[in-house]
């Protein structure tokens, strides 16, 4: 684990050129219908012209406040919401506006795990069949022994003892329900995997048996991706290869981890690095501390141009009129930033 | 031990210079449908003058519990049946619960601050009222000389054009200005000590590190102590001055800042420091989980609690009841573990 050579997973992601995923100018708005007609009367633009580009066995961090389009992102994604604008090619083929019959047979390759563990498990259904039922709709088993031999073998892969398949959601603890949460994501053998704040409703002693579960996933398999959505940058910066910071609906600036944390160029990435408390007492009391001032705005009506200009300690007149582009800026970094060169 | 009235120190009248608070003893039982939990059983601390204590744990431990027992605000079918809780020099728990003299110290000599700022407000009061409510009671301000002062606290709190919010009610604040409104209702008297139960924990991180840095920036200026409860590592490393360690109703450790992060003695401080993600270290540390989950305060057996998770477990653990805390090396430094107690003097 100590040199990037020694890791397989590093191999698969570095080396590997093949896309899983490529969204290119990806929007998202939602309307805000009044009165009895259902007049529009606005737009929460959710998500508003976000591109990047996933290589097969790569998990990208997706790291943002709550209403930066982080969730949104995802769900476009696994295609739970039709997206306003842009495209998402997903391993080369445009899944945007591909028709829902013609999605079917690839709605395998792309799982979701959600936040949630109490809410994301229907209760009145036991474990075994919660994790077995995307076995039955893809059509994945012929005869009944395959099926339940498939959900002990997911459940032994997940850690949970095969002999609690009969039990119901209220019996397990939240860390073990979020074990049946992923034991179902992966039923159908997926090649995309969306988290959605997978680890933030457990306690912290919890957390670490979720994070380490998944990360043995991903090496157990052979280009398994992850998309993990998370507002704890701890957490992201630990699981992911690379991180894409989002506010408003943007992606301000995406990087990997080490340049992330040692070379953080966009003003709010900066903010936000220094808002997270390290356990280290010695190590705070030498941070920098950024406060930024106001809150995010609504994103009912966001900012003109860069939607951080308000709350930007860099910003000049022309951040309020101009909307920055994403702009490589070395190797493997690019920033949304007009004033960062 | 529940059967224990928890008089250890005598007399608590002459109080250690500096020295604010004093918790000897406390417990605090619910009595639930399969028998009575015992979310926090025999607690002692101490709260000195202008210090930050921090206590951390994770949900279920009784550091909430605990902090509702000092001021009274526990409902049934929880109790309080033991212990004593010395504040400048009056043990609060001989007074009854709803009398005068635990309303004149609750939110006056003690503020407040709980995690929710959307249930801690009341939803049909303006936010004026709810300020003015505390100045007008502790402090006997007159309407219009209530109204001023509590305008002039949302304007320290950074709440823009604060006469005019006067008059808005909780739902037209955004998450992190109804927080800012708790923090001015907590200082408003000034308090003595302030208790902020997960202050910034449902909101964003810009946004906590705002706020924490305002808490801190305001109870300093009312010459006051704070009580910090949280799940957060990172937040008592960076403003604690001495921090307790709770698991399943009782303190594991307490010690200096410095001391419970480069010493740790208890197993579930090591556990607990080893399981969470640095943004400092390198990617892909095996995070070191601890293994297991936290035990149904039902019915435990009388043996350390962290008995069935500890790595670190022996023979005597599992046959003898739960250890005091006893010392361990650095000043205060205590954990309340067989296995590493007595290493001060090795």
Same mark, same amino acid.
């Given at each position: ?29 939602? +309307? ?42 995802? $769900? ?40 949630? +563990? ?65 034991? $179902? ?12 704040? +997978? ?18 996933? $991903? ?30 609906? $943007? ?45 995010? +705005? ?44 | ?75 049934? *079918? ?91 009610? *909780? ?19 000034? *308090? ?155």
């Amino acid at each position: 684990m100590t040199t990037a050579t020694e890791t397989p997973q590093v191999v698969t992601t570095a080396r590997s050129k093949e896309l899983v995923l490529d969204v290119d100018g990806l929007k998202m708005y939602f +309307p805000i219908t009044r009165g009895l007609l259902k007049r529009k009367v606005g737009e929460v633009k959710a998500v508003d012209g976000v591109s990047f580009k996933m290589r097969r066995g790569e998990t990208l961090g997706l790291v943002g406040e709550s209403g930066c389009g982080k969730t949104t992102v995802g $769900r476009c994604i696994s295609r739970l919401y039709k997206p306003t604008a842009g495209t998402i090619l997903f391993n080369g083929e445009d899944i945007t506006t591909m028709p829902e019959k013609e999605f079917r047979p690839r709605r395998r390759d792309i799982s979701v795990i959600f936040q949630d +563990p109490y809410g994301s498990l229907d209760p009145r259904q036991s474990a075994g069949s919660i994790v077995g039922e995307p076995l039955k709709i893809q059509g994945m088993v012929e005869t009944k022994e395959d099926y339940l031999e498939r959900v002990e073998a997911l459940f032994g892969k997940v850690g949970l003892d095969p002999d609690l398949m009969g039990r119901y959601p209220h019996e397990f603890s939240g860390g073990q329900r979020q074990r049946i949460g992923i034991a $179902r994501a992966l039923a159908n053998d997926p090649s995309l995997v969306i988290c959605d704040e +997978p680890v933030s409703a457990l306690d912290v002693s919890i957390q670490a048996q979720i994070i380490n579960l998944l990360m043995d996933l $991903r090496e157990g398999s052979s280009g398994l991706s992850y998309i993990f959505i998370a507002h704890d940058l701890s957490v992201v910066k630990h699981f992911s290869d690379r991180i894409a910071v989002m506010y408003l609906g $943007r992606i301000v600036e995406i990087t990997t981890p080490e340049e992330l944390y040692d070379n953080p160029l966009h003003p709010y990435t900066r903010a936000l690095l220094s808002a997270v408390c390290v356990p280290d007492p010695d190590i705070e009391a030498a941070r920098e501390r950024i406060v930024l001032q106001g809150e995010v +705005p609504s994103p009912v009506n966001p900012p003109s141009g860069c939607t951080f200009h308000a709350r930007c300690p860099i910003a000049t007149p022309e951040c309020r009129t101009t909307i920055p582009t994403l702009k490589e800026l070395g190797d493997d970094h690019e920033v949304a930033c007009l004033h960062i060169q | 031990m529940s059967t224990q009235t928890g008089i250890q120190t005598p007399a608590c009248d002459i109080r250690p210079a500096g020295e604010l608070l004093r918790v000897n003893d406390l417990q605090t039982e619910f009595k639930v449908e399969g028998g009575i939990v015992h979310a926090v059983n025999g607690v002692s601390y101490t709260v000195n003058e202008r210090e930050i204590v921090g206590i951390v744990g994770e949900s279920g431990c009784g550091k909430s519990v605990s902090q509702l027992s000092v001021i009274q605000l526990i409902r049934k *079918p929880g109790r309080i049946v033991g212990g004593e809780v010395w504040f400048e020099g009056d043990n609060l728990l001989k007074y009854d619960s709803k009398g005068a003299e635990m309303r004149a110290i609750r939110g006056a000599k003690i503020g407040m601050i709980f995690q929710e700022p959307m249930t801690s407000l009341n939803p049909v009061l303006t936010i004026g009222r709810q300020l003015t409510e505390s100045l007008e009671l502790h402090l006997d301000m007159k309407r219009k000389e209530s109204r001023k002062r509590a305008a002039e606290l949302l304007n320290l709190v950074g709440i823009p054009s604060a006469e005019t919010r006067l008059d808005d009610y *909780p739902h037209q604040f955004s998450g992190g200005m109804r927080q800012r409104v708790m923090i001015a209702i907590g200082v408003a008297c000034q *308090p003595r000590m302030l208790i902020a139960d997960e202050p910034t924990t449902a909101l964003d991180c810009t946004t906590q590190a705002q706020l924490l840095e305002l808490m801190l920036s305001m109870i300093e200026g009312c010459r006051g102590s704070l009580v910090l409860v949280t799940h957060n590592l990172g937040v008592v490393a960076r403003y604690a001055n001495r921090i307790y360690i709770m698991y399943a109703g009782k303190i594991v450790e307490q010690g200096l800042c410095r001391d419970i992060f480069y010493r740790p003695q208890h197993p579930y401080t090591v556990g607990l420091l080893n399981s969470v993600p640095r943004l400092d270290e390198e990617r892909g540390r095996r995070l070191v989980p601890i293994e297991g989950t936290p035990p149904n305060l039902i019915g435990m057996p009388d043996r350390c609690a962290f008995y069935p998770r500890c790595p670190e477990r022996g023979e005597q653990c599992r046959l003898q009841p739960w250890p005091e805390l006893e010392p361990v090396e650095g000043e205060g430094h205590m954990a309340r573990c067989y296995m590493r107690a007595g290493r001060a003097e090795e």
